[in-house]
């Protein structure tokens, strides 16, 4: 898993090749960085800027005589036409049930369906296409994970999850801990809001069951070193899952060089639709999950004195899957191959860092887990104003950021806030967003300060 280096100074490329030395040493110097003067690209990156923005017809709006400045890609993105194409196209020609029929409509959308399988086996690079299960989103695949592994888990075995953790990664890890008598015990953050490595090595001298991380947090955007958090739990034994919800859209992923057993994500966060998430698994360690989910298509032979599972991949995905959206999902992944080039993911990082540095130059604002190697979020509240006050105020001129706990209550807790703003950014942001959304920071700055 690569981001593309970015030509400012100072900027920590993660590979997965760093060694942890690097990645440690990288750390240091990145939050001694205090403020950059950052040049935005070349024209040509603005001019290929241009071209990828103008596929999303989303964008093209007046809110209120302002014209849509969306900054809140990290709760959900906006579609290219050729994924909104894609659906339509479905419906209107091929529309029928997969697996199932005689008929050539069923043949059609069935190849159209696990076609999309193939695409994610090669653009996760995972080993068989057998290891690309379909589910409705992120939290449904960490739910077939954390119910999958009951069996594997007993009471006294502790679970570790990364305290920058959605409560999507927290949530199912209770209730397996719940049903087994397993421990929860958080990886917590260094004071630069990092993770903090040597602490996670101590805890894993535990030898957990089981260790959750985020790729990429979506309250603060600050990247973890996964391979390397992956290896050093694999060592100790651990099974592994990697939440790559805010990663998927801006990183190249190789899952084999990530190492990891799990690996999750949403379509809607890639510029797919909402309905239709990835549950990577590894092939063997895949196959021991109990499927949480029973029913048609996931059986070889059903009596009413015993059921026999059928094999991976149609095992874990019981009942009509959601075509369309997969179909949509496939859009979206040939979308992502073709227009994410190295410049493009090098322009999302300076445009994040271009954020920080206009946020910074302006005062008063308080920006949280900011380096210069952060993905696609810049999170902060503006003095001691409430946060929601300040996200109504934009949205008074077009910006739309997210405000509140970002589904991340323990890492809010433990930044000692109640919640704070965050505009996150997508392959179609340009500097003129930026620069809108900086303008209306200023001005509901000079209303409430
Ligand atoms: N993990 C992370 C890091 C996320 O950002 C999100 C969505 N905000 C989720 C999990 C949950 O994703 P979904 O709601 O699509 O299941």
Request: charged content about 15%.
């Amino acid at each position: 898993m690569t981001q593309a280096a970015s030509p400012t100074p100072n900027t920590v490329t993660h590979t997965a090749t760093n060694t942890m030395a690097d990645i440690e040493t990288s750390h240091a110097s990145a939050s001694a960085v205090t403020d950059t003067t950052v040049t935005l690209c070349s024209s040509e990156a603005e001019k290929q800027n241009a071209q990828i923005r103008s596929q999303f017809p989303a964008l093209h709006q007046m809110l209120d005589g302002y014209p849509l400045c969306y900054l809140d890609t990290a709760a959900t993105s906006q579609k290219p036409q050729m994924v909104l194409d894609a659906m339509a196209q479905f419906y209107a020609n091929d529309n029928a049930n997969v697996h199932r029929a005689a008929h050539q409509l069923s043949a059609r959308s069935t190849l159209s369906y696990e076609k999309v399988r193939d695409q994610l086996q090669q653009f996760l690079k995972a080993e068989r296409r057998e290891e690309i299960i379909f589910s409705h989103g992120t939290t449904e695949s960490i739910n077939l994970v954390a119910f999958g592994l009951t069996a594997h888990v007993s009471a006294g075995d502790i679970i570790l999850i990364d305290a920058a953790a959605h409560h999507a990664n927290i949530v199912p890890w209770q209730e397996l801990a719940k049903r087994t008598g397993a421990v929860i015990k958080p990886i917590p953050l260094d004071q630069t809001c990092r993770l903090d490595v040597s602490a996670y090595k101590t805890l894993l001298e535990l030898k957990p069951k089981i260790v959750a991380l985020c790729h990429v947090s979506n309250a603060l955007g600050t990247v973890n070193p996964v391979a390397q958090l992956v290896q050093l739990a694999k060592k100790q034994g651990a099974i592994t899952l990697v939440d790559g919800a805010q990663a998927v859209a801006h990183l190249t992923l190789d899952v084999t060089e990530i190492g990891c057993d799990f690996y999750v994500f949403s379509g809607h966060k890639m510029y797919g639709p909402t309905g239709i998430g990835v549950l990577y698994g590894r092939f063997d360690l895949l196959d021991t999950l109990a499927p949480l989910l029973t029913g048609g298509e996931m059986i070889k032979r059903v009596s009413f004195e015993a059921t026999e599972f059928g094999s991976l991949p149609n095992r874990l995905e019981a009942g009509t899957p959601p075509i369309a959206e997969v179909i949509g999902l496939g859009a979206a992944i040939t979308f992502l191959q073709t227009e994410l080039t190295p410049q493009v993911q090098a322009y999302e990082a300076e445009l994040v860092n271009y954020l920080q540095s206009q946020l910074r130059a302006l005062g008063e604002v308080h920006l949280y887990g900011a380096f210069d190697d952060n993905i696609g979020v810049v999170a902060f509240n503006l003095a001691d104003e409430h946060h929601q006050d300040v996200g109504i105020l934009l949205d008074q001129q077009g910006v739309a950021v997210r405000c509140g706990h970002h589904c991340a209550m323990p890492l809010m807790q433990s930044l000692n806030l109640k919640g704070c703003c965050r505009a996150s950014i997508g392959i179609y942001t340009n500097k003129d967003d930026i620069d809108r959304f900086v303008a209306a920071l200023v001005s509901v700055k000079d209303l409430l300060l």
